[in-house]
């Protein structure tokens, strides 16, 4: 596979995963220009995209060049050089991807078994330290459990640490931190870090290369092994299996494992049981979604650390308003401060809204079940706690099939959570309502009319 070949699947997974839209905004316009020694070089025609497309897409770019390419080291974006003809060529920018910070004084495992590269372990962001995290009453758990795992010297307090929650509230931070914090006291203490996806990537290459029993040692000879995004090992027969046991011989060594995953341990489907119950062996800790001080909180930070100016009701506009999760605050904010350097004008609330348009829209609609639960009970004249009772009397049943319809169109979760905010009911049997009330929709006007406007009424 040639470096283009690769470049056009990365960005072909680039448009899939951001969609149309914001790929074609930001993304469209990166070139390749070269790979060498292990470091990829990219441009882009202005600094206004370039900065934007460090600060939001940089992460994932590098991860999928580390995935396509094993020998990839570290992404770098730049501006690309005018022509001469067209006036003064732009000066490139710093270099985004040498995160070549990983653990100073831990070894890297690999590099010790003779012909080994050394990349066993992904770059760790320097900017995902302890100092860094702000801590709110939603993530106070799985923050007093990462310190903890990271400052104990000898023990191991709980194994495995699992932490688990929704996308972009901070868990990977914390894994990096941890392996910041080890690095720094404990220099001595091998630590790997790697998403479940690469550990698959890696395994697989083992098979093909007949190299298993060297995959094997690498991993079961580590302190601390940190495993990021469990939940893509899920359906991975093989990938489970080696992992199980890469596990059990850590646990058996009381080594450190640390694991973070979507969701709790037992709800991983494509997981296999006894895998789940050893996930949740040890402390299993969540983080919820931010609530609003957090959200405040971490912008406040942020502009601290960057030494911004502004106007603290923009922080407050923006807390407020983006809700989803701090990813998207903090790209929110980052499209601010980017729109007025371009524009060379002082971030004003106009001007915010004006350049999160498209965000803020998205942000408000996003419609809890919760909402959907009492808007349908409210409509049919029943208790919002027969939305979640085992009562199967049609006039009870019917309503809540049809709020489940609606979650699953105006919500995005999935089908096993949209069953738990039902009373814990089985996937299948959100399924079965799902059909059920597709069915309905086509013979019973007046139902259809009755969804149609509880759906506007919650949109
Ligand atoms: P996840 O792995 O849960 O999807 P990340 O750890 O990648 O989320 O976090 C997304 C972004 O939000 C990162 O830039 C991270 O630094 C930032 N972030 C999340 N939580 C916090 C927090 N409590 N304090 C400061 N930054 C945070
Ligand atoms: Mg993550």
Redesign the pocket.
């Known amino acids: 596979m040639t470096d283009n070949d690769n470049w056009e699947r990365i960005r072909e997974k680039l448009r899939t995963e951001y969609g149309e839209a914001t790929f074609n905004s930001w993304l469209k316009n990166i070139e390749l220009e070269k790979i060498d020694g292990g470091k990829v070089s990219m441009t882009l025609p202005t600094r206004f995209l370039r900065d934007w497309v460090f600060n939001n897409y940089a992460n994932r770019i590098r991860q999928l060049w580390c995935a396509a390419d094993d020998s990839v080291k570290s992404v770098d974006i730049r501006v690309k050089p005018l022509d001469r003809k067209n006036g003064a060529g732009h000066k490139p920018t710093f270099g985004l991807g040498e995160i070549t910070e990983t653990f100073k004084g831990a070894r890297a495992v690999a590099a010790e078994t003779a012909g080994q590269d050394a990349s066993l372990m992904a770059p760790l962001d320097p900017?995902?330290t302890f100092d860094?995290?702000?801590?709110?009453k939603s993530?106070e758990l799985a923050h007093a459990a990462a310190r903890r795992v990271a400052e104990a010297k000898d023990s191991v307090p709980f194994n495995p640490l699992y932490i688990y929650?929704g996308?972009?509230?901070?868990?990977?931070?914390?894994m990096h931190a941890i392996g910041h914090a080890i690095a720094a006291n404990c220099p001595t203490k091998r630590v790997i870090y790697l998403s479940a996806e690469k550990f698959m990537y890696r395994f697989i290459r083992a098979l093909r290369f007949k190299d298993t029993m060297n995959f094997k040692d690498q991993f079961r000879s580590v302190d601390v092994l940190m495993i990021d995004d469990v939940q893509f090992i899920a359906g991975k027969d093989s990938t489970q299996e080696e992992f199980f046991h890469t596990f059990n011989a850590l646990v058996d060594q009381n080594h450190q494992i640390i694991i973070?995953g979507d969701r709790s341990p037992t709800d991983l489907e494509g997981m296999e049981e006894r895998m789940r119950s050893r996930l949740g062996w040890g402390l299993v800790a969540d983080i919820h979604p931010t609530d609003y001080e957090?959200r405040l909180g971490?912008l406040q930070?942020k502009v601290e650390q960057g030494k911004i100016e502004i106007d603290p009701r923009i922080l407050e506009f923006l807390a407020h308003r983006i809700t989803s999760n701090?990813?998207e605050l903090?790209g929110a904010l980052n499209r601010v401060l980017a729109y007025s350097d371009l524009v060379g004008r002082a971030v004003t609330l106009e001007s915010t809204q004006e350049v999160l348009r498209d965000l803020l829209r998205a942000n408000d609609r996003r419609i809890t079940i919760e909402e959907i639960q009492k808007k349908v009970a409210e409509h049919f004249n029943i208790r919002m706690s027969d939305m979640h009772s085992a009562r199967r009397a049609r006039a009870v049943a019917r309503p809540r099939q049809v709020a489940m319809y609606l979650a699953k169109q105006l919500t995005s979760r999935s089908l096993p959570d949209i069953g738990r905010k039902f009373g814990g009911r089985d996937h299948t049997t959100v399924m079965h309502a799902l059909r059920k009330i597709e069915e309905l929709r086509q013979q019973d006007v007046a139902l259809a009319e009755d969804i149609d406007l509880l759906r506007r009424m919650l949109e």
């Open positions: 900017r995902f860094n995290f702000v801590v709110g993530n929650g996308v972009g509230l901070g868990k990977t931070h914390l973070s957090l971490i930070s701090v990813r903090e």
